[in-house]
Every structure is written in structure tokens, then in C-alpha cells.
């Protein structure tokens, strides 16, 4: 409770903490896929993923699975690894 006798509801801190690290690594699959000179279609393409997964992951609105970070580091040419 507030001093003032109101409840705030806030997000629980791990769940913010997700969504940075959400955030951070859709940067770095942009970052890779524009050095790379790929559109997200042809990303989405060689990764056997949808376009629109491609674009949520970059703007930080999926969690990715480990089956979807195997496809994404293929599309790439990179080991998982070098995703991160």
C-alpha cells in the first residue's frame, strides 16, 4: 500500500526484467539481421519462422523458444551462440 492508503498494482520486478532482456536481444537480431542485409521476409524465409514472428521478436514482444532460436541462428549462418 501507498502512504496515502491506495494499493498500487505494479508488474513483478522478474517480469520486467524479461521484457529488458526481451528488448535487448530483439535489438541484437535487428542489428544482425540489417548488417546482414536481410529483410525480415527473407530472414523469416531461411529461419523457417513467419515474418510477423520475426518482427515481434525485434521489438521485444515474444519470448522465443528454444526450437525458434535453432531456426533463427540457421536463417543467420551462425551458431546460437553468436545470437547472443
Known sequence: ???N?????TEPLANRDYAA???TFGTRIKHLRISSNLSQEELAHRSRLHRN??????????????EALHKLADGFGLDIRDLF
Not at 492508503?5 to 498494482?9: A, D, I, L, Y
Not at 514472428?53 to 528454444?66: C, M, P, Q, T, V
Open 53 to 66: 514472428y520475426i518482427s515481434d521478436l525485434e521489438r521485444g514482444k515474444r519470448n522465443i523458444s528454444f
Open 21 to 23: 532482456l526481451r528488448i
Open 1 to 3: 500500500m501507498k502512504r
Open 5 to 9: 492508503g491506495t494499493s498500487e498494482r
